[in-house]
């Protein structure tokens, strides 16, 4: 097999809070908690989770958009974490982004066109001459037009807002994208739009996707493999539709039972079967918590969970085989 576009290792990241102005004791929120994986060649990872899972922080420390307190982040074979700030800025052509707000994502005082076209000048991809005709054509590969070059961000609506953002990562042709809840700021009518865009981009240009979302309809539609976080940790890794037949861990089962179904005779077996809607209770413990470290720390919210076990053993993510498919799942009861 060749080797990973994209390996993380132990990746880890705290904040310090509490102390300063306000006094009172300084505490460490750990954001992101031992997280590993690998995204290959165009391939696509989902990352799941509630909000303050840690989904977004993991996709600043990929880029080294944050500083990470421990781990390692390879791309290409190359570390990423110790990498000095002009080789850094070399390779961020090959790593991009896009973020979740495309109208804080764009400069309100710079036409839209100008957006698109700062990025190309800046690591001279087209010359002054040329940079007019590599713009629309990046416009007319996201289903914008000329007419929308002149045009500021307030003039436009937040799906063609999106296209522009879009745009302008693809503008250094990269090789890896870190998506971060693209679509959550958009109408539904319009998900659907940029979701089929982002698919057919990867297709057609061969990019590798790190797709951050809340929502697993949206991410099932784009992702080949898709890890659920919960408070920091990956606790399951599988592949889409795996995952989507047959949720190990507790958890995942929850979030994929809070995904509406139009389809009444699969709501009404849920009420009346075995395996009938889950719902959690509580909030998640806070990251702060140093007991979160110790256990599993969806323990207290888990419907199996066993006290003498999950609240003082931390389970690690381990490798299951079920069907012929390998996935990888943190429980004591799996």
Do not use: W
């Amino acid at each position: 097999m060749s080797a990973p576009l994209l390996e993380v290792t132990g990746l880890t990241k705290d904040f310090a809070s509490g102390g300063g102005l306000l006094g009172g004791p300084r505490r460490v929120v750990r954001a992101v908690d031992d997280v590993s994986f690998q995204v290959a060649e165009r391939e696509t990872l989902g990352i799941v989770g509630e909000s303050g899972s840690g989904k977004t922080t993991l996709g600043k420390l990929v880029l080294g958009l944050v500083p990470a307190t421990s781990g390692s982040v390879r791309f290409g074979g190359r570390e990423l974490l110790t990498m000095s700030p002009g080789a850094m800025r070399a390779i961020r052509r090959e790593l991009q982004v896009i973020f979740q707000d495309p109208s804080s994502a764009l400069n309100p005082r710079m036409t839209v066109g100008e957006a698109v076209a700062e990025p190309l000048r800046v690591h001279g991809l087209a010359s002054h001459a040329d940079v007019g005709d590599a713009v629309l054509a990046l416009f007319r590969r996201v289903g914008l037009g000329a007419e929308h070059l002149a045009r500021y961000p307030h003039e436009l609506s937040g799906g063609q807002k999106q296209r522009v953002v879009i745009a302008r990562a693809l503008s250094l042709r990269p090789r890896f994208v870190v998506c971060d809840e693209p679509v959550a700021a958009l109408d539904v009518s319009v998900q659907a739009q940029v979701v089929n865009l982002l698919r057919d981009l990867s297709d057609e240009l061969g990019l590798s996707y790190l797709f951050v979302a809340h929502d697993l309809s949206v991410v099932r539609l784009v992702s080949d493999r898709i890890a659920v976080m919960y408070l920091g940790r990956i606790v399951e890794l599988a592949e889409t539709e795996a995952l989507h037949a047959e949720p190990l861990h507790p958890y995942t089962r929850a979030l994929l039972s809070a995904v509406p179904s139009m389809d009444r005779g699969a709501a009404k077996r849920h009420r009346a079967g075995p395996e009938r809607r889950l719902v959690l209770e509580g909030e998640p413990p806070s990251p702060s918590d140093p007991a979160t470290r110790i256990g599993c720390g969806f323990a207290p919210r888990c419907p199996i969970a066993e006290k003498g076990l999950c609240e003082v053993q931390r389970p690690a993510l381990r490798e299951l085989e079920r069907d012929g498919v390998t996935r990888r799942v943190a429980c004591h009861l799996v």
